[in-house]
């Protein structure tokens, strides 16, 4: 437990420093769905955000280069957004979420 509290808060630290990237939105949520085209994202908005993949997208997982294969519905993301667009540039991605306690 104590490694996921850890890498939780890397996860935000990182995220809250994506902000610091002007003139791009920054949807986080949860995946749920991909495609090799596109990937919907689950924003804590009742409505999920489907945002476009190009070539120029680019993914990191715990601050290393990912790629899209590394992406799996459930993974939490913080993506970077052109403000006004759909156009995914940067997917930062976090940990599945975890298991509901019963």
């Not at 490694?3 to 990237?21: D, Q």
């Not at 994202?41 to 997208?57: D, E, G, H, M, N």
């Not at 680019?58 to 290393?64: L, P």
């Amino acid at each position: 437990m104590p490694r996921f509290i850890t890498f939780a808060a890397a996860f935000l630290i990182a995220g809250s420093l994506v902000f610091a990237h002007g003139g791009n939105e920054h949807v986080r949520g949860v995946v749920t769905q991909i495609s090799a085209q596109s990937i919907t994202v689950q924003t804590s908005a009742t409505t999920p955000r489907t945002l476009t993949l190009s070539q120029k997208t680019t993914f990191k997982r715990a601050g290393k280069d990912a790629q899209l294969s590394d992406l799996k519905v459930g993974d939490r993301v913080v993506v970077d957004v052109p403000e006004k667009k759909n156009d995914a540039l940067l997917i930062q991605i976090g940990p599945a979420n975890p298991p509901a306690h019963k």
